[in-house]
């Protein structure tokens, strides 16, 4: 079931990209453990709803159209884990000065190709802007976004300000828009805390 927008949240949104937010829905991902969050194609349509690229209208009609396509719903839930791996790694690439895979890059070409036949130019209230066809009932439809940001971010100067938290455990992506470019944690309350906290032990320890 899709919950309204009344609950409480659960995907986190501090990659300050909606493709790297999208890269972020696996918890501690660096870690031996990782935990998955998109676990059900209802999970996909909360996470649109909680990214607010999906209205709670149209997040409860795919619901019920996936309920009537499980299989095509099941299939589009492993498609978008696949796509996130592979945009992951392309950011991650970046990160590290490497090629990407050609795998990757093909993998993410496939699902662009595919999401750009939707896509359109529309006139809006200071001039033409991008727009989706009206596919409300296309299950892909919550990656046509992602797939879209991913790929203005893969072509914008602001690649190079693509980070991955430095935390041991999280490997989250979000990109660095601090004045100086040095902001290491994906969140400084959660990741950032925890590494002083252990940083402060471990010195207490020392000293003792």
Known sequence: MVETETQQPIFEFSGKNMSLDFCNTIHDRASGSPRELLTSYDRLLLWGQEAQILSEEEAKLLEKEAHHHKGEAAATLQQAIELREAIYRLFDATTQGTSPADSDLETFNSAL?????????????HGFEWGWQ?????LARPLWMVIRAAADL???EQLEDVRV????????LFLDTSKNHTRRWCDMKSCGNRAK????????????
């Open 134 to 138: 009206p596919e409300k009932r296309n």
């Open 113 to 125: 190709s595919h999401a750009m036949t939707y896509s359109c130019i529309e006139a809006g209230p």
């Open 165 to 172: 938290c430095a935390s041991d455990t999280c490997g989250w």
């Open 154 to 156: 893969l072509t914008s």
């Open 197 to 208: 906290a252990r940083k402060h032990y471990s010195q207490k320890r020392r000293a003792s």
